[in-house]
């Protein structure tokens, strides 16, 4: 199983950006993506989640309101939209994908996940 996050870059404050994060390889039905964020010289940090069956979704306070997880099954893509873009949120961001086995565990941990992405930057300028 491969995650292939895309749509980093450089943008000002206050612009928009929309990650993609593909899932391809054996056939995996995954029961929940996220998205998670590391900045430099800190943990990383779980941000979105969404269950893939059903849609639920969930999110960090930090982002809350200002970045939108979806998912296109038939795709098998997870996107972030991310709106309103601040310094802060400036980081490496990761993709992951989790099945049933871990589905007792909360959508914020990483231990959620049995899958990751290799990054994708975003910066984000004053």
């Known amino acids: 199983v491969q995650l292939q996050a895309y749509g980093g870059g450089l943008v000002q404050a206050g612009a928009s950006l929309r990650l993609s994060c593909a899932v391809s390889g054996r056939t995996f039905s995954p029961y929940r993506m996220g998205w998670f964020r590391q900045a430099p010289g800190k943990e990383r940090d779980f941000i979105a989640g969404?269950?893939?069956?059903?849609?639920?979704?969930y999110y960090a306070d930090s982002v809350k309101g200002r970045f939108t997880i979806s998912r296109d099954n038939a795709k098998n893509t997870v996107y972030l939209q991310m709106n309103s873009l601040k310094r802060d949120d400036t980081a490496v961001y990761y993709c992951a994908a989790g099945d049933s086995t871990a589905g007792w565990r909360s959508p914020s941990w990483r231990s959620a996940y049995h899958y990751w992405g290799q990054g994708t930057q975003v910066t984000v300028s004053s």
């Open positions: 969404i269950r893939w069956s059903g849609g639920t979704t």
